[in-house]
T-cell receptor, first 122, second 112 residues
Framework: GAVVSQHPSWVICKSGTSVKIECRSL??????MFWYRQFPKQSLMLMAT?????????EQGVEKDKFLINHASLTLSTLTVTSAHPEDSSFYIC??????????????????FGQGTRLTVV | EDKVVQSPLSLVVHEGDTVTLNCSYE??????LLWYKQEKKAPTFLFML????IEKKSGRLSSILDKKELFSILNITATQTGDSAIYLC????????????FGQGTRLTINP
């Protein structure tokens, strides 16, 4: 299957600093990437949808000035947690879909996940 | 608001039992429903369902989608301890842009 690479897999940072997480689709072009946050023993919470060449679409309750998303190319999206605080500590996962816009309704589309980034803010 | 609801949230069974996990959805612009298994890190893909009534099967796992009643089930037969995980259901929506929305997950524990 397709490969999505997320980096770093874990990071520890001091409160007040910013952290950038990268998500790359290695063998396909991803016009859309999704960023999720996951707390222990909970499901994935969609934070934002990242569209190549345009602004990200944030879910309700997610601060766009705090979680900056950039989708500069068809293979790279970045999430920057600005002025991180301990409550931002979480597991962040990106996902990319490979979708053929010319395909008929009912044809297959699959979402591929990065390995996730464990962020700890101290 | 797009909603994906899984049940049960938690399930504990004995090895060898058969389990059925449920996923219902209320969304606009439905394209596909996907099932994932999550153990320690990122979810791993199990199935993608787009058409109603067609069962997808992989070993002891199978899944089917009902687009009229807006739900899907994931069956696991002859469960093993290695099946213990969180099972996530997600719905892919497409209207111009795409959106992938997850349910809360079902935490499945298989006891020996």
């Amino acid at each position: 299957g397709a490969v999505v690479s997320q980096h770093p897999s874990w990071v520890i940072c001091k409160s007040g600093t910013s952290v950038k997480i990268e998500c790359r689709s290695l063998d396909f072009q991803a016009t859309t990437m999704f960023w999720y946050r996951q707390f222990p023993k909970q499901s994935l919470m969609l934070m934002a949808t990242s569209n190549e060449g345009s602004k990200a679409t944030y879910e309700q309750g997610v601060e766009k000035d705090k979680f900056l998303i950039n989708h500069a190319s068809l293979t790279l999206s970045t999430l920057t947690v600005t002025s991180a605080h301990p409550e931002d500590s979480s597991f962040y996962i990106c996902s990319a879909t490979r979708f053929d816009w010319n395909s008929r309704p009912g044809s297959s589309t699959e979402a591929f996940f990065g390995q996730g980034t464990r962020l700890t803010v101290v | 608001e797009d909603k994906v609801v899984q049940s049960p949230l938690s399930l504990v069974v004995h090895e060898g039992d058969t389990v059925t996990l449920n996923c219902s959805y209320e969304v606009t612009n439905f394209r596909s429903l996907l099932w994932y298994k999550q153990e320690k890190k990122a979810p791993t893909f199990l199935f993608m369902l787009t058409s109603s009534g067609i069962e997808k099967k992989s070993g002891r796992l199978s899944s089917i989608l009902d687009k009229k009643e807006l739900f899907s089930i994931l069956n696991i037969t002859a469960t093993q301890t290695g099946d213990s995980a969180i099972y996530l259901c997600a719905v892919l929506l497409i209207q111009g842009a795409q959106k992938l929305v997850f349910g809360q997950g079902t935490r499945l524990t298989i006891n020996p």
